[in-house]
């Protein structure tokens, strides 16, 4: 009891507590400008639990990347970038599916995911390369309407050019816009340098699989970003 009154003047446990509260107005919650992304999501993990259409909790960024050709017209969700260290070939399996509906909910467009790795289609082999393989075997199983391909270099995921002759038979034709990577590294390595280099918009980490809408920042977020998930916390909830 001493242990929870303490918890409860924590404003990210007392946010989560009027987001569990049915009686309350508190639909959804979004931390992490001033918190840490393991800070907003324990107790989101402790009192919200995960939905009960899903086996994992993933973390995604909505890149909006500016006079991009590419995706869906510069817009990409990039997934694990926040939360997931080293996934195994199930968990990215989850990661893939969970994205693409999140896609789909949040976008609007048909999700088309591309299983990211250093090789496209066996041009290497190696046990990182066999994950990806794994994984992509995987979500086909599960959902065998997604369209999702790899493993798939990133120039091969996106660009129809290169596409045609790296990986001429990919139903995917270089057009994914949504971006899987292997583990927490490339992945949060991925959307920095977007957002830094291209000048990318960023949302998130974005969480996926919490029973209620859940949203982190990162700490070098600014206003804008911050009404930006606010906004897409917003749309979740009413989903």
């Given at each position: 009891m001493e242990q929870a009154k303490e918890l409860v003047l924590n404003p990210v446990y007392y946010g989560i507590l009027m987001v569990k509260d049915e009686n309350t107005k508190a639909d959804g919650l979004v931390s992490g400008a001033i918190h840490s992304t393991s800070d907003t999501l324990r107790p989101a993990l402790q009192i919200?639990?995960?939905s009960s259409n899903?086996?994992?909790v993933s973390a995604f960024f909505i890149m909006v990347v500016p006079n991009c050709e590419y995706g869906n017209n510069?817009?990409?969700i990039f997934a694990d970038s926040g939360l997931n260290e080293n996934p195994t070939a199930e968990q990215l399996s989850e990661i893939a599916i969970s994205s693409s509906?999140?896609?789909k909910q949040l976008i609007g467009n048909d999700p088309k995911v591309a299983m990211l790795s250093y090789s496209t289609y066996g041009s290497a082999k190696s046990e990182l390369t066999q994950?990806?393989?794994d994984a992509t075997n995987l979500v086909k199983e599960k959902e065998p309407d997604l369209l999702c391909d790899g493993e798939l270099q990133l120039?091969?995921?996106i660009i129809p050019e290169i596409a045609k002759s790296k990986a001429p038979q990919s139903p995917l034709n270089g057009k994914a816009n949504?971006?899987?990577f292997p583990d927490l590294n490339s992945g949060n390595i991925g959307y920095k340098l977007v957002q830094r280099l291209a000048k990318a918009e960023s949302y998130g980490p974005l969480c996926q699989g919490i029973s209620k809408p859940v949203n982190d920042l990162s700490r070098g977020c600014d206003s804008k970003d911050i009404a930006g998930v606010i906004a897409i916390t917003a749309v979740q909830a009413q989903i």
């Open positions: 919200l639990k995960t899903t086996k994992l510069g817009l990409f509906k999140s896609y994950k990806i393989i120039d091969a995921a949504i971006l899987i």
